[in-house]
Structures are given as structure tokens and as C-alpha cells.
């Protein structure tokens, strides 16, 4: 995963993760938008850990491929 990508993904994931948790303070349980708002959240959270395990995995990859050498 390219650093700029992984980057970008973070601050998307980010982004969505704390918009949409502030208004899900806002907003009543049981309307169209709180369950819009709380797919986003999802939305941003499996994003976030899509960037975590691209980066581990990256990172694992490249000290096995320079560790043989």
C-alpha cells in the first residue's frame, strides 16, 4: 500500500468516524438519519481497519523481503 493511499484512507476514515459520531449525539434513535449516520460510522470504521491491516500487512511484507537479502 502506497504511503500517500494510506494516508488519504486515514483521514477519509477519520473524517467519517468523528462527523458521523457527533451526529450521532444529535440526532434520535429510531429516525432515517440516525440509521444513515450510524451506517456511515460503520462505513468509516471498516475503512479505518481496511488502512491498519493494509499498513501491518505492508510493513510484515517488506521486513521479510529485506530480512532475506
Do not use: D, H
Amino acid at each position: 500500500m502506497s504511503p500517500q493511499i494510506g494516508r488519504a484512507a486515514l483521514g477519509w476514515a477519520t473524517f467519517l468516524i468523528l462527523a458521523s459520531g457527533a451526529l450521532l449525539l444529535t440526532l434520535s434513535p429510531g429516525t432515517p438519519e440516525f440509521v444513515v449516520t450510524l451506517f456511515t460510522l460503520c462505513l468509516g470504521l471498516l475503512l479505518g481497519l481496511i488502512v491498519v491491516v493494509g499498513v501491518v500487512w505492508t510493513r510484515r511484507r517488506e521486513k521479510r523481503e529485506g530480512g532475506s537479502q
